[in-house]
């Protein structure tokens, strides 16, 4: 179980970290370019540290489930907000944008890992520790 918990996690720790340099790659130049008529690209960079920040912690073996609801929330506003922002055009616009596909290809992928990550990490398990039955350790009162 240990096993596939630590692949859920890189692969989650992974699509975090290419979503946000992803929309980081997308904000930067229309941010340096002077005072932006969009909002995206600020909810860009904002959601890119947020996920930065998910990512370190995922990284650093954290075992919260909201930790996970949180990344894969994130993720999934990312994926669900393009299509809503574009329309009907969505279509057309992700085949002239491959960042946008690429970033719509890994943010689904990110949601799926967040979401193993949320059904692995049971309620009851303390936060940095994993439960006993897990490591095949005893506890304190010789329990198993």
């Known amino acids: 179980m240990r096993r596939i918990e630590r692949a859920v ?35 860009f960079v904002a959601a890119a540290v947020f996920l930065l920040a998910v990512a370190v912690a995922v990284f650093r ?18 994926l669900v907000g393009y299509p809503i922002y574009h329309g009907g055009e969505t279509i057309e616009t992700l085949a002239g944008e491959p960042l946008a596909l690429a970033a719509i290809v890994v943010e689904g992928v990110g949601v799926a890992a967040f ?29 198993r």
């Open 115 to 143: 979401a193993g990550l949320y059904y692995l990490h049971h309620p009851d398990r303390l936060g940095a520790t994993p439960a006993a039955d897990d490591a095949g350790e005893t506890t304190a009162n010789g329990e």
């Open 9 to 43: 996690r890189v692969v989650a720790v992974q699509a975090a970290l290419l979503t946000a340099a992803l929309h980081l790659l997308w904000a930067i130049p229309r941010l340096a370019g002077g005072a932006p008529t969009d909002a995206r690209p600020a909810v």
């Open 61 to 78: 073996g954290y075992r919260y489930r909201r930790l996970s609801t949180l990344g894969g929330g994130t993720l999934a506003t990312l």
